[in-house]
């Protein structure tokens, strides 16, 4: 009898210890959301710079339109350049079928701060919403409600 109470005993103990860390896997995993890799142009020659940030979990457009938010931000180190001028931001974003569409407000055509190329600039915007959301097929830019041509 004493081997069966300790067998059950035990199997009660694995269960709560993995209970505990599956909670704790969940609840941290919540806290911290996913990471996300941008591409900025760097300052220092016509390369890529890489930054990675972490963003709230969020599914489909909604995840998408979060990271259009951020990248519109600019990159966090002074060695990159913003992706377009300081101030362009997303008027609406949203996922129909595997295009995106996007408008942004017209600060991004004064081309002020250290902002690159603004042609350079959309090249690489779509690059980052390919790369990082692969069942987006095509991006649609509209500037203050205009649409622009595909680059």
């Known amino acids: 009898m004493k081997n069966k109470f300790n067998l059950v005993s035990k199997i009660l103990q694995i269960l709560l210890v993995a209970a505990f860390v599956f909670s704790a896997v969940e609840y941290f995993s919540k806290i911290h959301g996913r990471r996300f890799l941008f591409r900025f ?7 890529t710079s890489l930054e990675y940030r972490i963003l709230p979990h969020k599914k489909g457009s909604e995840a998408i339109s979060l990271y259009v938010d951020e990248i519109l931000l600019g990159p966090k180190t002074e060695r990159a350049r913003p992706i377009f001028s300081p101030g362009t931001k997303s008027k609406f974003c949203f996922l129909r079928g595997k295009t995106l569409f996007v408008n942004l407000s017209g600060e991004l055509l004064y081309q002020t701060g250290n902002a690159g190329d603004i042609m350079r ?17 095509s991006v649609e830019i509209f500037i203050d409600g205009k649409q622009i041509p595909n680059v």
């Open 41 to 47: 142009e760097s300052v220092d020659a016509k390369k």
């Open 121 to 137: 600039g959309i090249e690489l915007f779509k690059k980052n919403i390919f790369k990082t959301f692969p069942q987006v097929k």
